[in-house]
């Protein structure tokens, strides 16, 4: 029997007159990595999914770990083409049923879910559904049919004369196709929280580009291979990626050294520092929206106060995805999506870097202007630009 990836997508549904633009961003997504897997062949639109036909020899493991990192996606299954004839269908089912799993891990009980589309049938999904577990029981599988909580469901898909069918799906990531929403910078770190709000963005549809302002020579030497092992990571999300690299630690050495500065406002400067570079580098490269990894009150810059102090150097919208969550609830999230041990590991870098013991906590802005002309900010970042470095990851 042929068998087709059969991929249902997310939000694409809700688009209305654009929905064409977004289900064909994501048949280009889907049709990259199948060719970065090896398999030729671009997925056909059909009746609100996606369809490819799969050689014989495809690695499913594979092939299912590329598709549940595409954005836009809200589950798959690796299906086999048979007749939309119920007996004959029947049948099939039965040649294909794992007795190797059920026997393995002990599965007791089954369902049968039928979805129609388009095409004339003599019958509703629901008679579907009990004729085919009559088929299967007939045919000593094993199993109890059982509607709800079943151990193994086996999902069929009825698309116009033909008839598809599949033991088991996988969910997606859901979201927007990337690409679909823009460009955005996202001010990267090797910590836990940026790289889940690079993440979160790229499941909303945009496409991201990476700064790091790295603390070097007064940051861990290992700190640039974290940060790029996690923008490597973030690529299989959305496909290669830009990673631009700011010298900073000589910056914050230099300002911490400035008598003129007030010491509690470092961290205010610092990022503000950071923002108005990152604005330059979203210019250059077509970015609309610079991303952060802050969280509402984590620390001390992070205050509603010195947020709103620090967004006041750019003119660009700046996003953070993780505003409202705890940290344990981004560190299960890095976990799901591949970053977290990275992360864990050990690693100075700017932010920990020429801190002050007690930081302010609702910095004013004409504190903060007098030290910045004391320090002369903009030639700081003309000075840094011409020595950053750019990687393709």
């Not at 040649?95 to 004339?120: A, D, H, M, N, Y």
Request: aromatic content about 8%.
């Amino acid at each position: 029997m042929d068998r087709y990836l059969i991929i249902h997508y997310s939000e694409i549904g809700l688009k209305g007159g654009n929905k064409k633009f977004f289900v064909e961003a994501l048949n280009k997504h889907v049709s990259r990595v199948l060719s970065e897997l090896g398999l030729k062949g671009r997925p056909k639109y059909v009746l609100n999914r996606l369809m490819v036909k799969l050689p014989d020899d495809v690695v499913e493991d594979d092939l299912v770990v590329a598709m549940r990192r595409v954005p836009g996606i809200r589950n798959f299954g690796i299906y086999y083409k048979s007749s939309s004839d119920l007996e004959k269908l029947g049948r099939d089912m039965v040649k294909k049923i794992p007795f190797e799993r059920i026997s393995g891990e002990g599965l007791q009980t089954f369902c049968v879910r039928v979805k129609k589309s388009e095409g004339k049938f003599d019958f509703t999904s629901v008679e579907a559904e009990r004729e085919l577990g009559a088929v299967l029981l007939r045919g000593d599988i094993g199993l109890k049919v059982k509607m709800k909580g079943s151990d193994l469901e086996v999902f069929v898909e009825l698309i116009q004369d033909k008839a598809y069918f599949c033991l088991g799906k996988w969910d997606g990531i859901s979201g927007l196709p990337v690409g679909t929403g823009g460009k955005v910078l996202s001010l990267i770190s090797s910590g836990f929280d940026s790289p889940v709000a690079s993440f979160m963005m790229m499941r909303r549809g945009a496409k991201v580009s990476f700064v790091h302002f790295s603390g070097q020579p007064y940051s861990g030497k290992d700190e640039l291979e974290h940060v790029k092992e996690i923008v490597e990571i973030l690529s299989g999300y959305q496909g290669e990626a830009k990673l631009i690299i700011i010298p900073f630690g000589e910056i914050q050495k230099k300002i911490s050294m400035n008598t003129k500065v007030l010491a509690k406002l470092r961290v205010v400067l610092y990022r503000r520092l950071m923002f108005k570079i990152a604005e330059k580098v979203a210019s250059r490269e077509r970015a609309r929206a610079l991303v952060t990894g802050e969280s509402f009150g984590q620390v001390a810059s992070q205050t509603l106060v010195n947020m709103n102090v620090i967004d006041r150097a750019v003119d660009l919208p700046v996003f953070r995805p993780l505003i409202g969550l705890n940290k344990e609830e981004i560190i299960d999230m890095s976990r799901e999506i591949g970053t977290h041990d990275i992360s864990k590991e050990p690693c100075s870098d700017t932010c920990g870097l020429f801190m002050p013991k007690s930081p302010e906590l609702a910095a004013k802005m004409r504190e903060v202007l007098e030290c910045e002309e004391s320090i002369g900010f903009d030639e700081l970042v003309k000075e840094v630009l011409v020595k950053r470095e750019v990687f393709k990851v």
